[in-house]
């Protein structure tokens, strides 16, 4: 059964501009609709999330999706809304991205099932690799004028006086490129729809002029918003760089946090497009936050939401839980169940100190460990005040001056947490 695609995409923010009667033809049949992937990584970030969102909602809607990896266009380099040419890739490691890609893909769309709106997963360099020079420029070059490419808004802008970097041919020819993967889609797969974001709009319609000269055919387009924050900072970026899907490259912990703290603005316009809630339990949310916004409902349910849907339930609970260690009552048990990579991302900025494993073996003097050995502070003195004031705990327990900092404290058989009052907190590395 056909659902109404634009119109679930419009309420819920998503749509910046679509070719007129784009809707009318979604609603006479399954249609295929494709949304390139840049490979340059081998995770995707939440930048990209916006877009497997929408080929997500095109599937629910009864459709057939297509994720395009760009191969080809990925050892070449996008002009749109960037100011310099980017790193190009061999095909070998294009092939690993390719293959992580689609594995952290599979969480969201059905790749595997008999359904006949199972989604698909290409590779422009496979239609592109064969392609020379000279059929390229007779075959499809001749069809597109220099007038029509250099229209473009992203060609004019790396053009104007503003840049000094200019732009090269190879980037100039990329919209014939993306244009082409869309006239190849639309001969081999009857794909009818190319869908991305904003900044995209001008190589999407270069795809729907090669379908109209090219075959005679029609081609539509849609494109989304790009996601600001209301802080006008970058979406997806913070001060350690882009937050991954990979966990081993941003931990569920820092995932989590990421989306718990969203600005109330931003949760409102986030929960529309990162989770799959209905348009009625998502007024419902909006309504209570605004009613309490202190508990921060909308940021809670906008975490947990995403976080179970890129990881787990399980992760999201340790997620949690590891949130728990520095806000609430947490145990050393808890502590001890934290892998390395979220240990370090919960006390990020947290000073640290290396000690020998040979003083831990033995048994290192709690007055040692917080004042000459590990110095959190300043004096063996001060370490017997706070001691005395029983203000001192050791992962997350409290401790006594006759206690010793043993090998059963270790933390994944390397950290200590040292603790005064309530916010201060120091970690003892073994070295």
Not at 155 to 167: A, C, D, H, I, P
Not at 352 to 371: C, F, K, N, P
Request: hydrophobic residues 35%.
């Amino acid at each position: 059964m056909i659902k109404n695609f634009v119109e679930e995409l419009t309420w819920r923010g998503m749509i910046q501009d679509s070719m007129p009667g784009t809707e009318e033809h979604l609603l006479e049949a399954m249609r295929l609709a494709y949304v390139g992937i840049d490979p340059t990584a081998d995770s995707l970030h939440i930048g990209h999330l916006v877009g497997v969102m929408g080929l997500k909602h095109f599937q629910l809607s009864g459709h057939k999706p297509i994720a395009l990896v760009g191969g080809a266009t990925g050892m070449i380099g996008d002009p749109s809304g960037k100011s310099a040419e980017r790193n190009l890739l061999n095909e070998e490691t294009l092939r690993h991205n390719q293959n992580a890609i689609k594995e952290q893909l599979s969480r969201f769309l059905d790749f595997d099932s008999n359904a006949e709106n199972a989604a698909l997963m290409v590779n422009n360099y496979d239609w592109m690799k064969e392609f020379s020079f000279l059929d390229f420029i007779r075959d499809v070059g001749k069809h597109i004028t220099v007038n029509y490419m250099m229209a473009k808004d992203s060609v004019k802008k790396r053009l104007s006086s503003e840049s000094s970097v200019g732009m090269s041919f190879t980037e100039f020819t990329y919209q014939l490129v993306q244009g082409y993967d869309f006239l190849h889609l639309f001969k081999s797969h009857q794909c009818t729809l190319q869908m991305g974001g904003s900044d995209q709009w001008g190589n999407i319609t270069t795809g729907t002029e090669m379908i109209r000269r090219i075959e005679g055919g029609k081609g539509y387009a849609l494109t989304w918003p790009l996601i600001t924050k209301a802080d006008g900072t970058k979406f997806g970026k913070t001060e350690g760089g882009n937050i991954w899907l990979d966990a081993e490259r941003t931990s569920p912990y820092k995932f989590y946090q990421y989306w718990l703290n969203t600005s109330d603005v931003d949760a409102e316009k986030y929960i529309k497009i990162f989770t799959f809630l209905s348009r009625e339990e998502i007024e419902n949310l909006i309504a209570e936050h605004n009613e309490a916004p202190h508990l921060r409902v909308l940021q809670k349910r906008l975490a947990e939401e995403i976080t179970t849907m890129v990881h787990s339930k399980e992760e999201l609970e340790n997620a949690i839980k590891a949130s728990e260690i520095l806000f609430g009552k947490s145990t050393s048990d808890d502590l001890k169940q934290l892998n390395e990579k979220t240990f370090l991302d919960i006390f990020e900025g947290v000073p640290q100190t290396e000690v020998s494993r040979e003083d831990i073996e033995e048994g290192l003097d709690i007055i040692a460990a917080l004042a000459e050995k590990g110095g959190f502070l300043k004096s063996n003195g001060e370490a017997r005040r706070a001691l005395k004031e029983n203000s001192i705990s050791v992962n997350k327990e409290k401790v006594t001056a006759e206690y010793s900092v043993s090998v059963s404290d270790l933390i994944n058989d390397k950290f200590v947490l040292l603790q005064r009052g309530k916010k201060n907190y120091f970690v003892l590395t073994v070295a």
